[in-house]
């Protein structure tokens, strides 16, 4: 993906620029000195969409073109729009650490057949790669779980060639769970034992008193 950006005019305020429809941003990095940019507000926005915060992208219209990363957007709290940019620029060699978000995919057979919960544990995995193998996502097939003990997890997932991640291999990235009615069970009431107040009344009644005896 390419991104059309220009130097940013010093003599317009960033309020300005935002009015006329530019986003103010900013590319730094390793060997890259930070350099005030600009870029169109709404063609920024609708690549933003697509490619997030994970995938490499080319900043045309500098002195040379230079390959980033979109490290961080500032919005509008009213409204929502983007009204700052940051770009980290990666430099030639350069392994790059980024959060890639998990896509799941399919029907899950204990789902549909089995009546089993699907439990997303992990939403997304940290990973060290090379800039050209960084992927928008992780595709996770939820397809594969057929059982109701069925479980993905990271040792599973297909990743780059030069990913290198932190966690265990064993990490639960998906599962199984299953709904279980919690029914209160209670001990049945034998009847027979239970003594009514006017029965007790009765008795107490008929019952001769200490040192009388009953005629």
């Known amino acids: 993906m390419e991104l059309a950006v220009t130097k940013r005019d010093k003599s317009k305020s960033p309020n300005t620029l935002r009015r006329e429809g ?89 789902v549909k057949d089995l009546g089993g919960i699907l439990t997303k544990v992990m939403h997304e995995l940290e990973m060290e790669v090379e800039p050209a193998e960084l ?15 069925s479980q993905i997890k990271v040792a599973d997932l297909k990743l780059p060639a030069s990913a290198k991640i932190s966690i265990d291999l064993d990490e639960v990235v998906a599962m199984i769970s299953v709904a279980k009615d919690e029914v209160e069970e209670t001990t049945p009431v034998d009847l027979s034992t239970i003594e009514t107040s006017v029965e007790r009344g009765k008795k107490e009644e008929e019952a001769p008193a200490e040192g009388e005896s009953k005629e």
């Open 22 to 110: 530019v986003l103010p941003a900013v590319v730094y990095g390793r060997s890259q000195e930070a350099t005030p940019i600009a870029v169109d507000r709404k063609v920024f926005e609708k690549l933003f969409s697509q490619a997030g915060e994970s995938t490499v992208i080319t900043l045309t219209g500098l002195d040379d073109a230079k390959q980033a990363l979109i490290q961080e957007v500032t919005t509008d709290p009213v409204s929502g729009t983007a009204i700052h940019a940051d770009f980290y620029a990666i430099e030639k060699g350069q392994k790059v650490t980024v959060s890639v978000p998990f896509e799941f995919e399919g029907v899950a057979p204990a």
């Open 135 to 149: 992927p928008q996502h992780i595709v996770v097939d939820v397809s594969k779980l057929a059982s109701l003990d």
